[in-house]
């Protein structure tokens, strides 16, 4: 429902495992479905008529949401060629091998990183040997042991950014000052223990040094005319000397880039905020989730309400935009909270809001607290984005739920108080036509009925 402002990335999982794999010298084709606007049914034309070589491994990677699709791009894969070995990756695949592995088009899963995992198996070693791998043998599905996270993320290549489709990508309505741009990771992983996330690289956080950092966009502005990149870290600012250092020498050297960034309320300060605004940071997004203290602590956010208002306040006086999450439908939700959760966002009053639906994932604790309640009313996983109602909680059906999704963004957006302060803040023509955009889509969306 948000596609007409939504962004468009690529997955960097696979450009950095292309990237690895060339620097092992193998040769490396990527194609974008997403980017290139095609469609299940057109990849097998796409692959019959441009891809006249032959392959020893088509790779895939899967979020939930979008696993059937990468299983039938296998399928077709593995008709087009039949030789070749069909290696799924990615959050769902990870948490759901012996699911993914069951079809008939795939050959391999690797769990969480696959960079080391798949440059071995390329190279051609033996996969009861290759650490983090999953495969069939004689019927039976293999879990190999799991393969240690890779520790020095500077080790790593850029991604093969050679290889993407670079002019198709583009960021979400309102979220961007200049184009063209480029999500960029400065960490692996989060610190966070909340119940509707999945607990990505196992929960152990590592971080790229200011150096690699600042070389990678140092590449992308030289080679690609980037202008701004968004920080796509579940928590960016997490290692505070990486952060300062990453600002101080884009002051310094006077680097010509516009960024934002995810990050949690009781992981900033007034001085790192300060100079991430000297150094170009223009938006940040904060999680909030809810407004009830109960659910914060259900849902083991480990922030407060308190928190989020001075640092909300802190972020408007240093002049940095802030975007806040919520979230309907987590463990304790009822309509009373959801009203709070509404009326505090509109206190807070951020220069953005995001709601979403409780999505109960696969791997995560809100999955298995749901599935024993019997709260799960699809296991179909094509509806598990966060604006569908994939639970339904006592006293919150489908509808009720999907009607205070629709006045959430009502209530906030329709504001003649936002409207006026995001009309004063048009500095390019640019901007115009984001705040259009996106005025029609929350008209759209909250006044038509699907």
Request: with cysteine.
């Amino acid at each position: 429902m948000w596609k007409q402002v939504a962004s468009c990335w690529p997955s960097l999982g696979l450009a950095y495992i292309a990237a690895v794999l060339e620097q092992a010298g193998h040769q490396a084709w990527y194609l974008d479905c997403s980017a290139e606007h095609y469609s299940v049914g057109e990849v097998e034309n796409v692959l019959r008529e441009n891809y006249e070589n032959d392959f020893d491994f088509v790779i895939l990677t899967a979020t939930t949401p979008l696993v059937n699709n990468a299983l039938a791009i296998a399928a077709l894969a593995k008709k087009r060629w039949p030789k070749a070995k069909t290696v799924l990756g990615g959050v769902h695949p990870s948490v759901l091998p012996d699911e993914t592995l069951v079809h008939e088009a795939v050959d391999f899963v690797v769990i969480d990183e696959g960079e080391e995992t798949m440059k071995e198996l390329a190279d051609g070693k033996n996969p009861t040997e290759i650490l983090g791998l999953c495969y069939k043998q004689n019927g039976q599905i293999i879990k190999n042991v799991l393969r240690p996270l890779i520790q020095d993320l500077d080790s790593i290549p850029p991604p093969a950014y050679h290889l993407l489709p670079m002019k198709k990508y583009y960021p979400a309505v309102g979220s961007y000052k200049r184009l063209p741009a480029m999500i960029l990771f400065a960490t692996r992983g989060c610190p966070g223990r909340c119940t509707y996330c999945h607990r990505s690289f196992r929960g152990v956080v590592r971080k790229r040094s200011a150096e690699s950092i600042l070389n990678e966009i140092k590449i992308l502005q030289r080679d690609y005319g980037i202008k701004e990149v968004a920080f796509y870290d579940d928590t960016f600012t997490l290692f505070k000397d990486v952060v300062r250092e990453f600002c101080t020498t884009i002051v310094r050297e006077k680097i010509d880039i516009t960024w934002s960034c995810f990050t949690r309320v009781d992981q900033v300060d007034e001085e790192t905020l300060s100079l991430m605004k000297q150094a170009g940071c223009h938006l940040i997004l904060f999680g909030v989730e809810s407004a009830d203290e109960q659910i914060l602590k259900n849902i083991k956010k480990n922030i407060s309400l308190k928190q989020v208002e001075e640092v909300v306040k802190l972020a408007r006086r240093i002049k940095i935009e802030t975007r806040a999450s919520f979230m309907f439908g987590n463990q304790g939700e009822t309509e009373e909270t959801i009203k709070k959760t509404i009326d505090f966002a509109i206190k807070l009053d951020p220069d953005e809001v995001q709601f979403n639906i409780a999505t109960a994932y696969p791997g995560t604790e809100l999955f298995n607290w749901a599935k024993e309640r019997g709260y799960i009313r699809t296991f179909n996983w094509n509806d598990y984005s966060m604006s569908n109602v994939v639970l339904e909680l006592p006293g919150l059906n489908k509808e009720k739920m999907q009607h205070y999704y629709e006045l959430a963004h009502r209530k906030f957006y329709l504001r003649p108080k936002i409207i006026l302060r995001r009309l004063l803040n048009i500095r390019t023509w640019n901007q115009l036509k984001q705040e259009i955009k996106g005025g029609l889509a929350v008209l759209s969306f909250t006044f038509n009925k699907k």
